[in-house]
């Protein structure tokens, strides 16, 4: 169980994330609608290999949002720090993971939106949407970032002992 100071930091943390979090959306859906008011709602069937592509680079890009997060390496707190200094230094992994994923979310529903936005193609559209609404599925929610931070001190506290009882 977390003390309550390194609670309240982490309540802090968050805020911060979900600002991040809320202007990646906000910029895709922008763009959206900019795109849906110029093009009138037109939308047209695949018409070449450019439409394929992009929505292809939207499903890679949806993939890499959930891959690439997982093979950055966590930050590891000191030892000797208290508890809310090494809470903070695992909240800041959790955000970095969270900015790489919703950036590459955003990213893919942007490239869709961008050919959309050129040629009214309606599968560019719809893989944008699908995006965007993972993209808001990836809303930091407190109880997950506790139970991430709390899962990764008992997890140093575990190596701490293991390697004191192997003296």
């Known amino acids: 169980m977390l003390a309550d100071a390194t609670v309240a930091r982490l309540d802090q943390q968050l805020v911060l994330m979900r600002i991040i979090h809320f202007a990646l959306a906000l910029g895709v859906l922008g763009f959206a609608v900019v795109s849906l008011v110029l093009a009138g709602g037109e939308l047209k069937r695949v018409s070449g290999p450019m439409d394929w592509m992009m929505a292809g680079t939207g499903v890679a890009f949806g993939l890499a949002s ?12 000191t030892a000797d720090a208290d508890e809310t ?3 903070l230094a695992i909240a800041g992994g959790f955000q970095t993971a969270l900015i790489l994923s919703c950036a590459m979310l955003e990213g893919g529903a942007f490239a869709n939106l961008s050919r959309y936005f050129t040629d009214h193609i309606a599968l560019n559209l719809a ?22 931070v709390e899962r990764r001190l008992r997890e140093l506290r575990e190596e701490q002992a293991l390697a004191a009882a192997g003296r």
């Open 127 to 148: 893989v944008a949407g699908a995006l965007w609404l993972i993209l808001l599925l990836h809303f930091p929610r407190r109880g997950a970032l506790l139970d991430h």
């Open 66 to 77: 959930w891959i690439v997060p997982r093979l950055i390496p966590l930050p590891r707190p």
């Open 85 to 87: 200094k090494q809470a």
